[in-house]
Nanobody, 119 residues
Framework: QVRVVESGGGLVQPGGSLRLSCAAS????????MGWYRQAPGKQRDLVAT???????NYADSVKGRFTISRDTAKTTVNLQMNSLKPEDTAVYYC?????????????WGQGTQVTVSS
């Protein structure tokens, strides 16, 4: 299986920056995609950004030009650099790893980290 541990998050003023990190361990060779999702109070969990081991990146329209997803060379850590943060970015951010073994798809989720953008 794949295990996920997140770090980062916190309180920042509008216009500020934060960096989230996500470390995956376990069956690394089974990983198909890694990314970040977020869930604001009373709303569904939405995609923020994803990256494949091959480097294909996808962003939600709401974060394009402000957030940058990247991974380390070992492809076991994914970072999310968040700049020009807005109050509407406030949410719990979850790291997700999608992985496949013997034809079955699995999702591993982190515990979530709070990001609050407020003056």
């Amino acid at each position: 299986q794949v295990r996920v541990v997140e770090s980062g998050g916190g309180l920042v003023q509008p216009g500020g920056s934060l960096r989230l990190s996500c470390a995956a361990s376990g069956s690394i060779s089974d990983i198909v995609i890694m990314g970040w999702y977020r869930q604001a109070p009373g709303k569904q969990r939405d995609l923020v950004a994803t990256i494949t081991p091959g480097g294909v990146i996808n962003y939600a329209d709401s974060v394009k030009g402000r957030f940058t997803i990247s991974r380390d060379t070992a492809k076991t850590t994914v970072n999310l650099q968040m700049n020009s943060l807005k109050p509407e970015d406030t949410a719990v951010y979850y790291c997700n790893v999608g992985w496949r073994r013997l034809g079955t798809w699995y999702d591993s989720w982190g515990q979530g980290t709070q990001v609050t953008v407020s003056s």
